[in-house]
C-alpha cells in the first residue's frame, strides 16, 4: 500500500519528535553563560557516558576565562576544545587534570596557546578505570555544579605622570590590570616604570585600543625581570602621537597569589630619582647571615640561576649556562639580585659585566657594574662574600649546605633565597674536569648558587642534576676549578 508523501512526514515526525526534543533540551543546557551556576550530572549506569559537554561564546570584549567545578564528590577533569566537539582528549586545547575533585581552570589572552573569539566546547569528565565511592557505597551518578566567568577588558585606573601608584594583580581578574594614560600633544617621549613587587611582571602598551593581546600591542617589556622600564619615543626624534595610551600589566607565569606593585609613568627617558636610589647592604649579624646575602641570583636573557659573590668589590662566579642566551651567546644584558631579605625575592638591583669564562667548566666570572637603571654604584659601596675553602680535603660523607634560588623556591612567579643540606656523595672525573655529587635537593635555578662548609666557607657551585624514576643526584663544580687568572681580579 502507498501512502502520501506528507502522511509518511508525519508519521517520522511523532515516531522521532521525542529524540528531537531530547537533542534541542540538551543543547540547551549546554549552553554555559557567564556568572550563571550550573548543575552538571553525569550518569555512567547502564553504559551511560562519563562525561557532559558544554560550550560557551567568547567575544572580542573578553580578556579571561575561568572555569570552576565545585560540589564534586568524584574525581572530575576538565578538557575545552575550540571551534568543534571534542573527540579524544589527547587533542584538546586546554586541560585541568589534579587530583582535587573540583578543578579551576583560567584562560586569557595572555595565556601560552592565547584565548580567541569564537565557540568553545568543554567535557567535565570522569576518567579512572572504578566507579567513585560516594557516601560510602559504587555510584554512577556523580552530580556537580559547573560555573563559567568571563572577564572582560575593564580600566582599573587612570594614571598620571609623575605620580606613583600601588596596585594588587588578582587570580579574579587573571593576574592582569589594565591603566589609561593620558599623553598630551608636543610630547618627546615618555617611560612607565613597574617596581615594588615580588613577582615576575610584565606589560604591553597600546595605542588608543583597550583590548590587548600578544598579536596586537604597539609595545612591549616582558623579561625575566620583575621589575620593568618600558620607554617610548617620537620616531626620528620627533614626538609621540597624544592622546590616550592603554598599559596591560599581568604576571603570566603565575595566576595563584595576588601580587603588589607599584607603577609610575613619567615624561622623558630619564630614571626617576626614587628609582636610582640603591640601599646598602646591612650588617651580617652571623656567618650564616653573611652566606645567604652573598648568594644572589642571576637573570639573562634567557634563564635565571644563582651566582656568589667573592669579593667586597662586586665579583660574582655563576655558571656560564645560567647568562646564555637563546643562541648559547652571553645575554645582552646580565642582572643581578640582591638578597637584603630571607623571606621576599631577592631585590633587583644592579647589572654586571662578563669579566671571563669557560664553556667546558661551566664556569663564568662577572663584575656588578652599574645599578639596575645604568645608575652609578654608591661610592664606597661594599658586597658581601664568601671566602673560598679547600676542596682537596672534602671527604666522602661530608656535610654541606646549598643556598640558591631554585624556581620550586616560592608559590609566585618569583622566589626566595632556599636552603637546604646534603652531604658529598661521591666524586667523577668527566673530561679532565672533577665533579662532586651529592644527595642534596637541587633544582633548576639552583645553578650556579652556592655549596658551603661547615665554616661557611664556599667550596663548590651546583651546576646539574641527574635523575631517574624518583632518585636525583647532584653535580657540583668545586672551587678548585675557578681559572687561576680570575683570582687577580677577585684579590685573593
Known sequence: MKFPIFILIMVFVLLFSPVL???????????????????????????????????FKVSSDVFAVKITVSNSPADLDVFIKKGSEIENYDNVDYSSTQDAYNESLLISRLSELPLEDGTYYLDVSYQRDTLPVINGKRSADISYNIELDLQKYKVKDTIHPGVSAEYELSPRDGMAGLFALK???RTNSFRIDLYNTNADLDLMVAYNNKKITKNNNDFL???????????????D??????????????????????????ILSSFGNETPKELAEIPRF???????????????????????GSGTLVSSSG??????????????????????AVNLSNELPPLELFKADLIDYSVEKDLALLHISSGLYDNPIPINYNFPYFTLGNTSILKLGQPLTYLGYPKIGGTGSRASISLTRGIVSGFEKLNGS????????INSGNSGGAAINSFYELVAFP??????????????????????????????
Open 21 to 55: 526534543s531530547f537533542s534541542l533540551e540538551k543543547s540547551a543546557k549546554g549552553d554555559l553563560l557567564s556568572g550563571r551556576l550550573v548543575s552538571g550530572h553525569i550518569d555512567m549506569s547502564n553504559g551511560g557516558l562519563s562525561y557532559q559537554t558544554f560550550k
Open 183 to 185: 599623553i598630551p600633544e
Open 221 to 235: 617589556r616582558d623579561s625575566l625581570l620583575g621589575r620593568e622600564t618600558l620607554c617610548v619615543n617620537g620616531i
Open 237 to 262: 626624534g620627533g614626538q609621540v602621537k597624544p592622546g590616550i595610551y592603554y598599559i596591560l600589566v599581568f604576571d603570566q607565569i603565575s595566576n595563584d597569589h595576588p601580587v603588589d606593585f607599584s
Open 282 to 304: 646591612p650588617t651580617a649579624s652571623d656567618e650564616m647571615q653573611n652566606a645567604l646575602m652573598s648568594t644572589v641570583e642571576i637573570i639573562g636573557n634567557a634563564a635565571k
Open 315 to 336: 665579583y660574582v662566579i655563576t655558571n656560564w649556562h645560567v647568562i646564555e642566551d637563546f643562541t648559547l651567546a652571553v645575554s645582552d644584558n646580565i642582572y643581578v
Open 434 to 441: 672533577l665533579f662532586i655529587k651529592t644527595d642534596a635537593e
Open 463 to 492: 651546576t646539574s642534576t641527574i635523575e631517574e624514576n624518583a632518585g636525583q643526584l647532584g653535580y657540583l663544580i668545586p672551587v678548585s676549578m675557578i681559572p687561576e687568572e680570575w683570582y687577580r681580579f677577585i684579590g685573593r
